[in-house]
C-alpha cells in the first residue's frame, strides 16, 4: 500500500492529489489504529508540509480532523500538536479557516479527553505569545500573534465545556427538571458547528441543564473545590491580563484582537462570571480613585493596552443600562485621570478608536466626552476637544451638528486659549468628512475667527496647529473651501511670518507651512488663484528658508520654478487654467531631480514623495 500511496501523494495533477488527502480520513475509521495513527498521519503530515496547492493541504487539514476523532495513542499527541500549529501558520487562508473549523477543535476534544487542555495545549499557546512580546520590543510579529490568540478564542468553546463538564453539581444534572431553553444570544456565534459548545457537551438540551445548574452554582454555592474553574480565575485570567499589559497600545489590529478574544471569553462563560471574576481583576488592577492618582508619575497602567481591551472587550459584552454606565463611567475616569496626570492620551484614544468603529457606541462616547467639555479642570477639557477628531470618522452627519458642533463650539470660546486651540484639528475634520451646507458654513466662520480676531494674532501655537490641520484636511476638502479659504490664509500666514523676528518660531511656522504647501501641490489650482496666492505664498516661504533652511529652499525653488513654467505655458488642453503641480513634475528626469532633492530632507521627503501617488 505504501508505494502506490507514495506515488499517490506526489502525483503530477493535483486532483489525484486531493483524491488520496481525502481518503485519508474516509477511511480512517476503517483502519487498524496502527496504521491509522503512524502511516496515514505520516502521509498526512508530508502532504501538509510540501503539497503547493491549497485545496490539497485544506483537504488533509479536513482528514487530520477525522484522524484525531480516532486516534487513541496518547504518544502521537506532541506530533498533533505540531502539525496544528503548522497549519495556523498556513500561507493559505483556506487551511487556516479549515484548521479553526475542523482540525483544531477535533485535537482539542482528544487533547481534553488526555487531561492536557489545562495543563499544555492551553499554557503552551500563552508561553508563545509571552515570549512574542518578549522578543517584539524593537518590533512584534503580528502575524504570529494573531496565529497564537486566534487559536487560543477558537479553545473557548472547549475550555468552557471542561469546566461545566467537571462541576461540583454534575452528580445533580439526572435530577433536574425542565430547565429553560438557552437564549438565542448566550453563546457568541461559533465560528463552526464543532466550535459550537452545544455539540461539545452532546447536546442543547444537556447545555441547558448544565447552563442552569452552573450560574445556580456561581451566584450561590461559590467555586470551592471546582478546580477547572479556578485555573481559569486563579492561572489564566491573571496571566492574559498581564499579558495585555504589555502589547503596545498604539498597535490598533493588537488591541482590536485582545478585544474581541475577552469579548468571547466573558460572553461564553456567561455574566455572573464576567461581573464576579473578570472585571474585580480587571478593576483590582486599575484601580481608579481620586486619591491613588500621582500628578507626578501619571498612573502607568492607565497609559497602557489595558484600558482599551478591559474598556472595549470586557464592559461591552452586556448592555444593559448598568453596563452602559459602568463603561462611561470608566471612560470618563480614564480621561480625567490622565489629562489631570499629564500623561500620554493613547489608551483613551485606543477606546474610542475601537469603540467608535460600531455607530451603536457614538452616541456613548460623546456623553462621555461632553462630560469633559464641562469639567472645571481646563487639562479635561483640552483632552475632550481633542478626542472629538477621533469620534467624528463614521459618524453620522446628523448626530456631528447635533451633538459635535456645538460641544466644540462651547470650547472654542473657553477662557483657556489651550483648549480653543485643541479644537482646531476637529474643526479641520468636520470640513474633511461633512457635506452639510450650513454647518460647513459655521465651522468655516470659527475657522475664520481662530485667523482674524486680532487676541489670537501673537497665539504661536494656534497657527502651527491651523496650518497643520490645512495641510491634513486641504487635499481631501471641498475644493471650493480650499480655494476660497485655504490657500488664501495660508498666503497671509506666509507673509505675517516674514515679519516674525524670533527665528525658532519663525522656522517652526516655515516648516509646517512646507509640509502644507507640499501637501496642497497635488491639487487642481486655477491660475488665478496659482498667480494670487498659491506662488505669492510660496515665494514668502522661500524668503524665510533661505536664512533659515537652505536645503528646503532648493525644493521650494523648483518648486515655484514648476509653478512659473506651467503659468506661462498655459496648454492648450487646459483651458480652464486648472493645473497641478504634481502633474506638472512628470517628466521622469524632473521627478528624478526632484525627489532626490527630497530624500536629502528628514522632514518631509516621504510626503512630497506621496505627491506622486495621490490622485485627487
Known amino acids: 500500500m505504501s508505494n502506490q500511496e507514495e506515488m499517490g501523494i506526489n502525483h503530477k495533477y493535483p486532483e489525484r492529489r486531493l483524491l488520496v488527502a481525502e481518503s485519508c480520513g474516509a477511511l480512517a475509521p476503517f483502519l487498524p489504529k496502527e496504521i491509522r495513527s503512524s502511516l496515514v498521519l505520516s502521509m498526512l503530515q508530508q502532504m501538509l508540509m510540501e503539497d503547493k496547492a491549497d485545496l490539497v493541504r485544506e483537504a488533509v487539514i479536513k482528514s487530520l480532523g477525522i484522524i484525531m476523532g480516532y486516534i487513541d495513542d496518547p504518544d502521537k499527541y506532541q506530533q498533533g500538536f505540531e502539525l496544528l500549529l503548522s497549519a495556523l501558520g498556513d500561507p493559505s487562508e ?13 485535537y ?71 430547565v429553560p431553553p438557552i437564549e438565542v444570544t448566550r453563546f457568541p456565534r461559533p465560528v463552526s458547528p464543532l466550535q459550537d459548545v452545544a455539540t461539545i457537551i452532546g447536546s442543547r438540551e444537556q447545555l441547558a441543564v448544565l447552563l442552569h445548574l452552573y450560574d445556580y452554582q456561581l451566584e450561590h454555592e461559590g467555586t470551592t473545590g471546582w478546580d477547572t474553574l479556578l485555573w481559569v480565575v486563579n492561572q489564566l485570567l491573571p496571566q492574559l491580563i498581564e499579558i495585555v499589559s504589555k502589547i503596545n497600545v498604539a498597535s490598533t489590529a493588537c488591541v482590536h484582537e485582545f478585544s474581541r478574544f475577552f469579548w468571547r471569553l466573558c460572553r461564553t462563560f456567561g455574566k455572573i462570571f464576567t461581573n464576579t471574576k473578570v472585571k474585580p481583576q480587571f478593576q483590582e488592577i486599575l484601580r481608579l480613585s481620586e486619591e491613588n492618582i500621582d500628578v507626578a508619575a501619571g498612573n502607568g497602567v492607565l497609559t497602557k493596552a489595558t484600558v482599551p481591551i478591559y474598556a472595549t472587550g470586557v464592559l461591552t459584552c452586556y448592555i444593559q443600562e448598568e453596563d452602559r454606565k459602568l463603561l462611561v463611567g470608566f471612560l470618563e475616569d480614564v480621561m480625567t485621570m490622565l489629562s489631570l496626570s499629564h500623561a500620554p492620551l493613547d489608551s483613551l484614544k485606543a477606546s474610542f478608536v475601537e469603540l467608535g468603529a460600531n455607530p451603536a457606541y457614538h452616541e456613548l462616547l460623546l456623553t462621555v466626552l461632553w462630560y469633559g467639555v464641562v ?76 485667523l482674524e480676531d486680532p487676541q489670537y494674532q501673537d497665539q504661536h501655537s494656534l497657527h502651527t496647529e491651523i496650518i497643520k490641520t490645512f495641510g491634513r484636511v486641504g487635499p481631501n476638502a471641498e475644493p471650493r473651501f480650499r480655494d476660497e479659504f485655504v490657500i488664501p490664509h495660508l498666503h497671509k500666514l506666509a507673509l505675517v511670518n516674514n515679519q516674525q523676528s524670533v527665528d525658532s518660531k519663525r522656522l517652526d511656522i516655515a ?16 491660475e488665478e488663484l496659482m ?17 533659515l533652511s537652505p536645503e528646503h529652499e532648493v525644493i521650494l525653488s523648483s518648486m515655484i520654478k514648476e509653478c512659473e513654467q506651467k503659468v506661462e505655458n498655459r496648454s492648450v488642453q487646459e483651458p480652464q487654467g486648472s493645473m497641478s503641480i504634481a502633474a506638472s513634475l512628470v517628466s521622469e528626469d524632473t521627478k528624478t531631480k526632484f525627489l532626490n532633492k527630497m530624500g536629502q530632507l528628514t522632514t518631509s521627503g516621504a510626503m512630497l514623495a506621496n505627491v506622486f501617488q495621490r490622485k485627487k
Open 108 to 178: 482539542a476534544a482528544w487533547t481534553t479527553e488526555l487531561g492536557n487542555l489545562q495543563t499544555h495545549l492551553i499554557p503552551t499557546l500563552l508561553d508563545k505569545i509571552e515570549k512574542l512580546l518578549r522578543e517584539g520590543e524593537h518590533g512584534l510579529d503580528e502575524h504570529k500573534l494573531h496565529m497564537y490568540l486566534s487559536a487560543l478564542q477558537s479553545l473557548i468553546p472547549s475550555l468552557f465545556a471542561l469546566v461545566l463538564q467537571n462541576a461540583p453539581f454534575t452528580s445533580k444534572v439526572k435530577l433536574q427538571g425542565e
Open 94 to 106: 483556506r487551511v487556516v479557516v479549515a484548521t479553526h473549523q475542523v482540525f483544531l477543535p477535533a
Open 531 to 547: 498667480v494670487n496666492h498659491f506662488l505669492p505664498g510660496l515665494r514668502c516661504l522661500r524668503s524665510d528658508m533661505e536664512t
Open 511 to 526: 516648516t509646517h507651512l512646507f509640509e502644507a504647501y507640499s501637501a496642497l501641490s497635488c491639487c487642481f489650482i486655477s
Open 375 to 450: 469639567h472645571t479642570s481646563a487639562l479635561v477639557r483640552c483632552t475632550a476637544a481633542r478626542m472629538f477628531e477621533l469620534t467624528l470618522r463614521g459618524m453620522s452627519e446628523a448626530l456631528v451638528d447635533k451633538r459635535v458642533a456645538p460641544a466644540l463650539v462651547t470650547l472654542s470660546s473657553d477662557p483657556e486659549f489651550s483648549v480653543r486651540i485643541a479644537t482646531i484639528p476637529a474643526f479641520g475634520t468636520i470640513m474633511e468628512t461633512v457635506t452639510q451646507r450650513e454647518l460647513l458654513e459655521r465651522v468655516k466662520m470659527q475657522l475664520a475667527s481662530f
